[in-house]
């Protein structure tokens, strides 16, 4: 009675990871070989792996990554398409995103620009970091509609605080004055504080 008193309660306040591991504890006889601090030490560490998994979680379905699977470990290196492993693995670890620079990538049509930007996203999503995936043309869209219903400077703070964007697409069509307006504002207010792959 005991137990499930302590089960509902540990729900009650939120503690799911906790609850689970409980349980798993209860049908595991071994565990008594381990002392009070060790077991609790392993409750605590189920509900901290359980709370950053439902971040990261998070973090990337708002991230609205376009190829979501797409993830540094499965970049092609292959000749000709110009990638150093040193490179994407220095970019990897995030510490450009935390010391607010910025990441240009180039190369022609097909050769995987998207697809390496998505999983610089993925990779700072896993890292806790806020990222956000855009196509240039979208962003504009998003702007446009920002400007009529007087939400702009609310979108602006929004994307500013983004610790990543990845603007994608870039080139297709000419902006226009207010485009370029917008871009700018966008762009000035992550400089120097937040970081943006083009």
């Not at 292959?78 to 240009?104: D, F, K, M, P, V």
């Not at 979208?138 to 964007?165: C, K, P, Y």
Request: glycine letters at 6%.
């Amino acid at each position: 009675m005991l137990i499930q008193h302590s089960l509902q309660q540990l729900r009650t306040l939120r503690l799911e990871g906790m609850a689970r591991a409980f349980e798993e504890q209860l049908t595991q006889p071994a565990i008594t070989a381990l002392s009070f601090e060790e077991r609790f030490a392993q409750l605590i560490d189920r509900e901290i792996l359980l709370r950053d998994g439902k971040r990261i979680d998070r973090l990337l379905k708002a991230a609205r990554i376009k190829a979501a699977a797409a993830c540094l470990e499965d970049v092609d290196y292959r000749a000709g398409r110009g990638l150093e492993r040193s490179q994407i693995a220095a970019l990897g670890t995030g510490q450009w995103i935390r010391h607010h620079q910025n990441c240009l990538i180039t190369g022609p049509t097909g050769s995987g620009k998207t697809w390496l930007a998505c999983a610089l996203a993925n990779a700072a999503c896993r890292q806790g970091l806020a990222a956000y995936y855009v196509r240039l043309p979208r962003l504009f869209e998003e702007l446009r509609i920002a400007h009529a219903d007087g939400s702009f400077s609310r979108r602006l703070m929004q994307l500013a605080r983004m610790d990543l964007i990845v603007i994608d697409d870039w080139g297709l069509a000419a902006p226009s004055a207010q485009e370029r307006s917008d871009l700018l504002e966008l762009l000035d207010d992550r400089v120097g504080t937040r970081s943006t792959v083009i």
